[in-house]
């Protein structure tokens, strides 16, 4: 019965008709209009605001809330808005909070306050509860008069807590905040933070450590995101996202000297097409990339790359998969069910591979095999890797994956294998032009032969070891080749100074071809 009654209670609160109930006292708010409180610590004299026993709307205009009030002859501290306070309110159109309030209460605080097009939150406040701005669909402007880093410490209680969802407009000290700079030096970003706020950009700092989910939904005009944080964990439920509902945002950009990207950090961004991993990159971390529908195009070759986490690119449309040899741990499932996905070259001398990494990508036609020793894969093998896939692996090695004696390896339901040296031959270009290898080497003639073609209006220049012909043979041992070719403009511009500097707009040649 208990249950039954307070369950009752509940709904008629959401319904927006509440209850009457007693006030400790009344007194004049700094806006003349009349407030109502109970004392919620008689030792600290502390008061809550509250409902009045009136009937609704007893508040119009612009309310402005003292930080203290008087009762009997004492000060009394205004520390928090009590559950649904202002509820029903349609005649306010904004609210001042005193910095000595610290939360706002659960259930229309200031809920079906229609008319209010803002909101002042102060520095000293901790905690808003869950629908505290229930139907306050004009809400246009939260101020706040503490800081970025104070902001990112509230506690929102809840998804519909944060009234930055009804206003979108985040105002600190004045300034309104679109191009997000969070401040070295802090190190966590509460659930929920910037929920729904018109963010065109944001900026992480190396100092961030714990990066809770739904940190960033719904921030419908955020396109750019900057990210230095090392050593970062995102914390919350497991599969949740930091950057829900985001449309627009198509530029996650990382740190020169990132090591390491987090689990979730980039999950369900569905807008992004390609990444540019760090160089200095040594670790993705489970679900780092997950959902990424539409995500294209990374770059793992021009990094230290040394583990991919489970589930880290599940779900998304990659091309093609070219993983340096520093790379021997690829979890499981790692990049599973992905129908774009025909390409997979992974040059690791040796490696560990997690089970179903490939599950569900029933396009695969070729896999280029670096090691000799093939990884096992999973009793479900047929189902991984297609049957009908080029598999390329080192001379001498196709025996070996072939083999079915002991069930060891599994590969051996492939039949279409080739022999190749265990070496790559990549060519890049600079802007102006494009390289192509024309020839890969094979076990028994141990050359490449590549090509620099430049653009209309462009000349080649020369290969990034310095040979100056465009087509060319090259004698292939046991390094790795990666070679940029470089163009300069036929006919520079007048009055402008055009410098050849081959460290400027490398383009990778990964995109057109695979690593032969």
Partial sequence: M?????????????????????????????????????????????????????????????????????????????????????INCPGMTSCVLPETVIGIGRYNAFGSCHNMTSITLPASLKSIDQYAFYQCDALQEVHYTGTIEQWCKIKFINWNSNPLEKAHTLIINGDTVRDLVLPEGLDTIRYWAFKGCNLRSVSFPHSIRYISYHAFEMCDSLTTVYFNADSTITNGYAGEAIFVDCPMLTHFVFGDHLTQIPSFLVLGVTSIESIQLPANLRTIDDNAFANCHNLRHVDFVHTQLQSIGRNAFSATALESV???????????????????????????DSLYWGGGIFWRCPNIDTIRMFTSTPPHLSISFETEIPATTHLIVPCGAAATYADNTLDLYNWYYITD??????????????????????????????????????????????????????????AVGTDDIILTAHFSPDSPTVGIDIIDNPDVSISSALEQQHVK
């Avoid at 319904?15 to 009349?34: I, N, R």
């Avoid at 609704?56 to 004492?74: E, K």
């Avoid at 741990?329 to 070259?345: E, K, M, P, T, W």
């Fill in 2 to 86: 208990r249950q039954r009654l307070f369950l009752m209670a509940m709904g008629v609160l959401l319904a927006g008709v509440p209850k009457a109930w007693a006030y400790d006292f009344s007194a004049p708010a700094t806006s003349a209009h009349t407030l109502y409180f109970n004392i919620i610590d008689s030792a600290n004299h502390y008061v809550a605001l509250t409902y009045p026993n009136e009937n609704s709307n007893y508040i119009t205009g612009d309310l402005v809330v003292p930080a203290t009030v008087q009762h009997d002859g004492q000060t009394w501290t205004v520390r928090s808005v009590g559950h649904a306070a202002f």
């Fill in 322 to 348: 070219v993983l340096p040899r520093s790379c021997t741990h690829i979890g499981a499932s790692a990049f599973q069910c992905n129908d774009s996905l025909r390409y997979v070259c992974i040059m690791a």
């Fill in 417 to 474: 294998v080739e022999e190749m040296p265990a070496v790559a031959v990549m060519v890049e270009a600079t802007d102006g032009g494009s390289a192509h290898v024309l020839s890969s080497p094979t076990c028994d003639n141990l050359t490449a032969e590549i090509e620099a073609v430049a653009d209309s209006g462009w000349h080649f220049t020369h290969w990034s070891d310095g040979d100056t012909n465009a087509h060319r043979t090259l």
